[in-house]
């Protein structure tokens, strides 16, 4: 078991771009599901569903390339992390690459991207970055 299953995540769809599949699996947590959403809401990936194997329940990502076969997510990488947690208010949410990445974040109304946060006026952990 890994101390951050966020940045296995991560670190599990990154593996599977670099290598061109398909789908990554993904060990499923309600948090996860989350990123899932909103990757696939952005445009990021193509769909996800869980899925299960036995007792353990996964998530299946199939992720999205352009007609040329270049990867959609060009970068994905973890901010907070368990020994260095980055919070950050609503006025305080950095723009990635000028708007045209995205920040995922845990707040008070749930998990939501960084411009919903900026709209709806909460702060939160930032987790992730995507571009």
């Known amino acids: 078991m890994t101390a951050d299953p966020i940045a296995d995540m991560l670190t599990r769809v990154r593996n599977a771009i670099q290598a061109r599949h398909a789908?990554?699996?993904?060990?499923?947590?309600?948090?996860?599901?989350?990123?899932?959403?909103?990757?696939?809401?952005?445009?990021?990936?193509?769909?996800?569903?869980?899925?299960?194997?036995g007792a353990k329940k996964y998530i299946r990502i199939y992720l999205k390339y352009t007609?040329?076969?270049?990867?959609?997510?060009?970068k994905i990488e973890?901010?907070?992390?368990?020994?260095?947690r980055v919070y950050a208010g609503s006025k305080e949410i950095k723009r990635v690459l000028g708007g045209l990445g995205i920040n995922i974040l845990t707040t008070p109304k749930g998990v939501m991207t960084g411009t919903a946060a900026r709209k709806e006026g909460v702060g939160g952990e930032v987790l992730c970055q995507i571009w």
């Open 23 to 53: 789908k990554a699996d993904v060990p499923a947590s309600r948090l996860k599901t989350e990123i899932a959403r909103i990757l696939k809401e952005e445009g990021y990936i193509l769909n996800y569903k869980l899925t299960e194997e």
């Open 67 to 74: 007609p040329t076969n270049q990867p959609v997510i060009s």
């Open 78 to 84: 973890r901010v907070s992390r368990p020994g260095c």
